[in-house]
């Protein structure tokens, strides 16, 4: 119910009873013709669904609480600034106080809310109340006539920018939607244009005429706001929803947004020749975000990556992933690629094998991996690496490649050295494999 009534208001919340939903109707009602209009489209839309529902439009949250509750009509509007009047005949009850403080004063024949209004317009009102009655009457009666505070918390966040179409008909075919979107992403990049603004996640949401509604969320690497990269991304996602019925309205929602500037990437390069890998830097990550993005998109964030050195001279600890189109973190700047070759492919962790070789610093002339025997046809090597000196137990590397009689390549090392004093032969281990 709370996602399908985001059609009316983007923030949303649920009352703390599970028993109601709390809208903010500030800034929308004009999209249904008025207040009247959003308060009949609420009561046509939940009676077409077979719901009993009552709703009430007020300046507090307090006052429309009581009025959907108590209220002698289902649907009730409390006019701008007539608060005080609209709630005072209303039961105390209204003003969601405990069972307790509902107790006390019905024992004192304070049934309406209009019978506290004598203490509260006293001198001192509001202590005199909280010490006869204690603090939570006379906070819920002050935050019911506005003169206190209450934040609605919605349980989704608001979009930073939202886009909303509704049709005159349900629509269902895949080039309405289609059409549909196109339109949203040009109101939505024209919005966030005049802020300076660009999206980094959005949201399409359809709601069907049974009430329904179906999210797709994608994200975007850099700041975007081009309507066609829009179109094209949610271009496959749409291809899979359940138009049911049909769809009666749709709506575009930056949820993440940041600072997007124009950029002259062309004018800069040529003014600045000799800076062109920066700006050429620029250039490419814009031309590589779309492609970026459809690929996280479809695999997952996560599953798109790019490789970035780390001051490291062991191998597994060489590298580290981040973000395809993300600047490197501080700790990351600066860091230098290894000096000798690597293999395209480093297993996640260095498997045994078992090796025929020569004493002391020999490579190996055959060596078993996974059951299998390879003959070693060609070799070079060794390449040390030391240990890192604050792991106590850690012994240098002697890194090989290898190529076997079949043309496969290998990357293979031993741990520790011989020395006179050593008891066990050192191990040999496969760290990665060659194209």
């Known amino acids: 119910m709370a996602e399908a009534a985001q059609r009316w208001s983007p923030s949303v919340a649920i009352e703390d009873d599970d028993r109601g939903l709390r809208l903010d109707a500030g800034g929308v009602a004009h999209l249904f013709g008025g207040e009247e209009g959003l308060l009949v ?38 006019a701008p600034g007539a608060t005080r009047e609209s709630i005072a005949a209303l039961p105390v009850a209204g003003l969601r106080l405990a069972e307790a403080d509902l107790a006390t004063l019905d024992r004192l024949g304070l049934r309406r ?9 006293a001198a001192d009102g509001r202590g005199a109340l909280a010490r006869r009655f204690g603090p939570a ?23 930073a920018l939202r886009a909303r179409l509704s049709f005159a008909d349900p629509i269902s075919a895949l080039a309405d939607i289609e059409r549909a979107v196109a339109r949203l992403s040009d109101d939505l990049c024209a919005r966030m244009e005049t802020a300076a603004l660009g ?52 709506t575009l929602d930056a949820e993440i947004v940041e600072a997007l500037l124009p950029e002259q990437q062309r004018f800069a390069r040529a003014l600045l020749p000799d800076a062109g890998a920066s700006a050429g830097g620029l250039s490419d990550a814009a031309s590589m975000a779309p492609l970026v993005d459809r690929l996280a998109n479809r695999l997952g964030a996560a599953n798109v990556v790019r490789l970035a050195h780390v001051e490291s001279h062991l191998p597994e600890r060489a590298q580290a992933f981040v973000a395809p189109l993300a600047p490197l973190p501080v700790a990351l700047r600066g860091a230098r690629p290894p000096v000798g070759p690597r293999p395209l492919r480093l297993l ?49 590397r002697d890194y090989y490649r290898l190529e076997d009689r079949d043309g496969r390549r290998f ?7 011989w020395t006179a004093d050593r008891v066990q032969p050192p191990r040999w281990y496969l760290h990665g494999l060659f194209a």
């Open 41 to 78: 489209d609420v009561a046509a839309r939940l009676k077409g669904q077979r719901l009993l529902a009552r709703a009430c439009l007020a300046d507090t949250l307090g006052a429309a609480w009581a009025g959907a509750r108590f209220a002698r009509t289902a649907t009730a509007r409390f």
């Open 113 to 121: 809310i209009g019978d506290l209004y004598p203490l509260a317009d």
């Open 137 to 159: 009457i006379a906070r819920r009666l002050f935050q019911a006539l506005g003169t206190e505070a209450e934040a609605l918390s919605p349980d989704a966040p608001p979009p």
């Open 199 to 250: 999206a980094r996640r959005l949201a399409l949401v359809l709601h069907r005429v049974d009430g329904a509604t179906t999210r797709t969320a994608l994200g975007t690497s850099r700041p975007t706001r081009d309507a066609s990269a829009f179109r094209r991304l949610f271009a496959e996602p749409i291809q899979r929803v359940d138009p049911g019925f049909g769809f009666e309205l749709a």
């Open 348 to 396: 996640t962790h260095p498997e045994p094998i078992d090796v025929a070789a020569e004493l002391p610093d020999a490579p190996p002339l055959l060596f078993r991996w996974r059951r299998l025997v390879h003959h070693v046809a060609a070799a070079a090597g060794p390449e040390r690496i030391g240990a890192e000196w604050w792991r106590r137990r850690a012994e240098p």
């Open 411 to 417: 990357w293979v090392y031993r741990e520790g050295l």
